[in-house]
Nanobody, 118 residues
Framework: QVQLVESGGGLVQPGGSLRVSCAASGSIFSIYAWGWYRQAPGKQRELVAQDSGGTIKYADDVKGRFTISRDNAKNTVYLQMNSLKPEDTAVYYC?????????????WGQGTKVTVSP
């Protein structure tokens, strides 16, 4: 089992920056991919950024503005968000994908809310 706890969300003005964190605990050795997703009101959850074995991918609308990174010593994954826009307003979720004895497991955090507004 892996537990994920997000933090760092809040209210920020358009053009501002925010960094959200995802602290992992438990069977972290099994994790091979990390991702950040978001879900805006009335919309489906969508991928924002992903780090799969060192291969990083971003959604088109956050490229050049958002950066996913990891601190392995702290078992923490970050999403640095710059030049924020009102349309970035959403609940941001951390996801970890693990593999163990031939099976894959998805783990999700509880989410942290980001509001971009004047």
């Amino acid at each position: 089992q892996v537990q994920l706890v997000e933090s760092g969300g809040g209210l920020v003005q358009p053009g501002g920056s925010l960094r959200v964190s995802c602290a992992a605990s438990g069977s972290i050795f099994s994790i091979y991919a990390w991702g950040w997703y978001r879900q805006a009101p009335g919309k489906q959850r969508e991928l924002v950024a992903q780090d799969s074995g060192g291969t990083i991918k971003y959604a088109d609308d956050v490229k050049g503005r958002f950066t996913i990174s990891r601190d392995n010593a702290k078992n923490t994954v970050y999403l640095q968000m710059n030049s924020l826009k009102p349309e970035d307003t959403a609940v941001y979720y951390c996801k970890a994908v693990g593999a163990y004895e031939g099976y894959e497991y998805d783990y999700w955090g509880q989410g942290t809310k980001v509001t971009v507004s004047p």
